[in-house]
Structure formats: C-alpha cells, structure tokens
Nanobody, 120 residues
Framework: VQLVESGGGLVQPGGSLRLSCVAS????????MGWYRQAPGKQHELVAD???????NYADSVKGRFTISRDNAKNTVNLQMNSLKPEDTAVYYC???????????????WGMGTLVTVSS
C-alpha cells in the first residue's frame, strides 16, 4: 500500500489548509484512515481518524476546528483545518489501516509526511 499526501504549506494564524491523502496498491478494504502530527520537540500524536462507516475521533486540541472526511470509492482521506494556530505547526502524517484480502491481517501504512507551518 502506498500513500501520497498533499496540501501542506505556510499559512497565517487563523487561516485554513486542507490536507489530502490517497491510498493505492493491494487493498481489499481500508478499515481506518487518519492523520497524526509531530511538532518539533514533541511526541507524535493523533489528530483525527475515521473508520469505514464514518465514525470519527479527534484530538481535544483540534475539536471544532478540524474536520476529517473520506471518500471510500477513491481511497482518500481529507483533513480540513480551520482557525489554525501556531501550535498546529507540525509535520502531518497520513496513516491507513487496511487489509489486502478478505480475512487478512491488518496492515498499518504511514505516509512520508507533509509540513504545516502556521506563522505570521
């Protein structure tokens, strides 16, 4: 499974960015798609994830500002980030949990990461 992320960049505080991640390869089913981030000097943390039936989970720090969505037909997950703050600055990583066959093992795949910088 390969993941291609896009949408990072530099934005001013209060601005918005949209991250996208497309999964491709030997995929029978994608169970969970999500975004994690790692800021300089901080631990890797979950930002948001979404299951195949649309159930979502958000970090408390982004609730009400970020929205995760997915397109199952296109194996794509998006993260709409609004009201961005300097503390949102981090490398954002897409993560997918998938199965290659019916009844197969769960495969955890990470993207390469995309940098989001929130600064004036």
């Amino acid at each position: 499974v390969q993941l291609v992320e896009s949408g990072g960049g530099l934005v001013q505080p209060g601005g918005s960015l949209r991250l996208s991640c497309v999964a491709s390869g030997s995929i029978f089913a994608i169970l969970v798609m999500g975004w994690y981030r790692q800021a300089p000097g901080k631990q890797h943390e979950l930002v948001a994830d979404i299951t195949s039936d649309g159930s979502t989970n958000y970090a408390d720090s982004v609730k009400g500002r970020f929205t995760i969505s997915r397109d199952n037909a296109k194996n794509t997950v998006n993260l709409q980030m609004n009201s961005l703050k300097p503390e949102d600055t981090a490398v954002y990583y897409c993560k997918v949990i998938s199965r290659g066959t019916l009844g197969g093992s769960d495969l955890h795949t990470w993207g390469m990461g995309t940098l989001v910088t929130v600064s004036s």
